[in-house]
């Protein structure tokens, strides 16, 4: 409850609804919104079969952070295969607390947790030069998010480049699989998702096109040097694997949208396996150059990237908290709103917001406040500290559901719980 939950609460109910073998439907974001209508991403319902023995959104944050570490193996494997086993573990370690994947830890579960390791066996498999392995790898990202058919094509051309000389039947197949990822999305853009939803594709006007391209220049200038800098000290700019990162950048930067441009959230996740992987194929080629300077520089670099994450991960990123006393207590705040939430039965349809969110989503109907349209709730749960919702919050349920009577049953910690009389 000290989190934002709306994401955490949306995949709970998609997973949820799996895991009961019904459709995907997400009650937050519209009363029977299927999810796959918002963002293309059949591949969670993998989670279904240990979310039925685990129900919670705990489960969902293990199961995101087990793909994030797994993702670890490819890239360590492939570093320490090329570079040695100092600085391929070196290297490993790095990706491990890179900030991109700590951002995303923090910030409730996405289905991009999917892509991490994915992209990390696809890329190890493609150093290795196993050109078949690395396409089999890429091709379930197009069941993760709509946008990465765009990224499985990048991967493919990077596949089909690397394959070019020595193996031309696999570098027509990689070619191939580029154009058809490319159709795929496109699909899935203009057909799948409309099909599930009822106005299509809702994140269009996410792109600005009445907005200038330049807009935000400073804040993406930021984001991409944090990309590239600590990562890889600039070197991963050397290898074309660093191809592979382009969609996700670009879609991000084109966006009007000015919460895709910075390091915050989840967005940079699946950055970091590329640029870990592009900086061990840049090694590779660096350490045979003829400039002594750039082959020093080079060998340098895993220490150099090792020594930045451990800095970032005590002073700035997520895990400087495991060392304070209060990351593992629960706070007096928590039990008390956790206690009035006990108060709603199982089964009930409740309309809330962030804070209550995730405490109810495995149990309960829940709806977002103010976004139930139509459907008349019999409980609303909602965090009024600041008064947002009036002196007396029966009031404003009443505008929510004019004709509809509630009554405060309870508080805690400026949380209220209202039932339908």
Known sequence: MEWASWDLGIFEQAIRAYAHLNAPVADLKGPGANILGDHFSPIIALIAPVYRIFPGPVTLLVVQAALFALAAVPVTRAAVRILGHARGVAVGVAYG???GIQRAVEFDFHEIAFAVPLIAFALEALLARRWRAALLWGLPLVLVKED???TLAALAVVIAWRARSADRRAAWTALGVAVGAVVFAVLVFTVFIPAFATAGYGYWDKLDGSGSPLAGTGTKLTTLTWVLLPTSGLLALRSPLLLVAVPTLGWRFLSGDDHYWSTDWHYSAV???????????????ARRSRR???????????TAVLAAALALSATAM??????EARTYEKPARVTAIEGLLDRIPDGATVEADTTALTRLTSRCRVLWIGGSKGVVPEWIALDNSSKWAGEDPTVYAGQLHPGERYTLVGDAEGVVLLRRS
């Open 97 to 99: 607390l890179s900030w």
């Open 271 to 285: 950055l970091m396996p590329v640029v870990a992987l592009a900086l061990v194929d840049a090694i590779d080629t």
């Open 318 to 323: 997520p895990t400087a908290k495991l060392v």
């Open 292 to 302: 002594p300077r750039l082959r020093a520089y080079a060998l340098q670099m895993p």
């Open 148 to 150: 990465l058919g765009f």
